[in-house]
């Protein structure tokens, strides 16, 4: 029983940064494991990273160093700070709840934002 809500998505331009913010509901928030997805046109959903319950982060190797995660439990909110951005990373960008050991697999996150896009030119 959590929603949430992406936004902090727009046009930037190749090596600029944005920061996405997940605002969740409930009362539970420091308990859940929050992950970053993204998906572009054509492709399958894809991992980005995960922030644990006690601040670990993992990312997958494509963004290591260019994207960070970060939370603030006082907030209800998750980021996701994009510096050196690249065509590549163009796509609509989801938070996601679950647990510490949700991982890289969708499938085990429980409760999922609508998403907001993410547009890098060249």
């Known amino acids: 029983q959590v929603q949430l809500v992406e936004s902090g998505g727009g046009l930037v331009q190749a090596g600029g940064s944005l920061r996405l913010s997940c605002a969740a509901s409930?009362?539970?928030?420091?308990?859940?494991?929050m992950g970053w997805f993204r998906q572009a046109p054509g492709k399958e959903r894809g991992f980005v990273g995960i922030?644990?319950?006690?601040?670990?982060?993992y990312y997958a190797d494509s963004v290591k160093g260019r994207l960070t995660i970060s939370r603030d439990n006082a907030k209800n909110t998750v980021y996701l700070q994009m510096n050196s951005l690249k065509p590549e990373d163009t796509a609509v960008y989801y938070c996601?709840?679950?647990?510490?050991?949700?991982?890289?697999?969708?499938?085990?996150?429980?409760?999922w934002g609508q998403g907001t896009q993410v547009t890098v030119s060249s």
């Open positions: 922030i644990l319950t006690n601040g670990a982060t």
């Open positions: 996601a709840a679950g647990t510490d050991y949700s991982g890289s697999r969708f499938e085990r996150y429980s409760y």
């Open positions: 409930g009362r539970a928030f420091s308990s859940y494991g």
